[in-house]
């Protein structure tokens, strides 16, 4: 499956059966984490075999059942778009190996992840992982006019990276985010005031960089 491919195919997936990931994508996916932690300095863990986090009442309320692993990211205060871009990376490379995700920032037992945590971290998000008892389902859209602006005509290409934009997973399906065409080849990405939604907007920037292919464009 390509990345293309996985944008289209990612839907939040909350119920998992009990097939293990094996343990060929388990070294893919802790290679992938090693690079991403590289590039990023945040603290992403691939936790496995860890039932508590996704047993308690917020996780029976958020309707999750059978989830045992996941991705823990941790990062002081203040990096939600940079923990947004990176674990979105994740998600869609999971996705590549046919493995489904959910972000979970409310819905989950914060205390139950054993996070190893370095000096002034806190665990920011978790990314439930496994295969699911189904491939979950599109999630509902604003029109594209109301996520995006352009001066005179939408570029092709523009329009392609709004498409891929929208489907991006963001915190309750806010979609709370806006790309602006400044000029020709400039975009400057908004995020409204709404609680995660920057970690949102570094969702949805991944998906547009993707959208956007071969297009050379600055973020303004
Ligand atoms: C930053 C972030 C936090 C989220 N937190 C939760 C959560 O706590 N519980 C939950 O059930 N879903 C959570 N979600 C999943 C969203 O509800 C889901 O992405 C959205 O409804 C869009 O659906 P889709 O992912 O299937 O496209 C979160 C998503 C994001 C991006």
Redesign the pocket.
Known sequence: MTIYEAMAER??V?KYTDRPIEEEKVLLLKTEIEALCAESGLNIELIMNEPKAFSGTLAKY?HFSGCTNYFCISAPDGKDEEI?YFGEKLVLYAQTLGLNT???????SKRAVPANLREGEKVQ?VIALGYGVHC?KE?RNKPMEALCACEGEMPEWFGKAMEAAMTA?????QQAFKFTLVGENKVKAEASGAR?AK??LG?VKYHFELGAGDVKFEWA
């Open positions: 839907h939040s909350r958020g947004g959910c972000w979970v920032v409310l819905t989950y998000a979950g999630h997973p963001t915190a309750l399906n995660y970690m949102d969702i």
